[in-house]
């Protein structure tokens, strides 16, 4: 289980610190919330089409 976790340690600490940035912004404001969540499905959207190629 250590093997697979370690193998994608950077992608879980990618997606851990879009979602703690993600929840930032929902604490400053609902729209700043929203438009957060749409950027980070972006870049997301936008990284794994990088892998996949």
Same mark, same amino acid.
């Given at each position: 289980?250590?093997? !697979?976790?370690?193998?994608? &340690?950077?992608?879980?600490? %990618?997606?851990?610190?879009?979602?703690? #940035? @993600?929840? *930032? !912004?929902?604490?400053?404001? &609902?729209?700043?919330?929203? %438009?957060?969540?749409?950027?980070?499905? #972006? @870049?997301? *959207?936008?990284?794994?089409?990088? &892998?996949?190629?």
């Amino acid at each position: 289980m250590l093997k !697979f976790i370690w193998r994608y &340690i950077d992608v879980l600490c %990618f997606l851990a610190a879009a979602l703690f #940035i @993600v929840w *930032g !912004f929902f604490r400053l404001s &609902i729209t700043a919330g929203i %438009f957060a969540v749409g950027i980070a499905l #972006i @870049v997301v *959207g936008l990284i794994t089409e990088m &892998i996949a190629s």
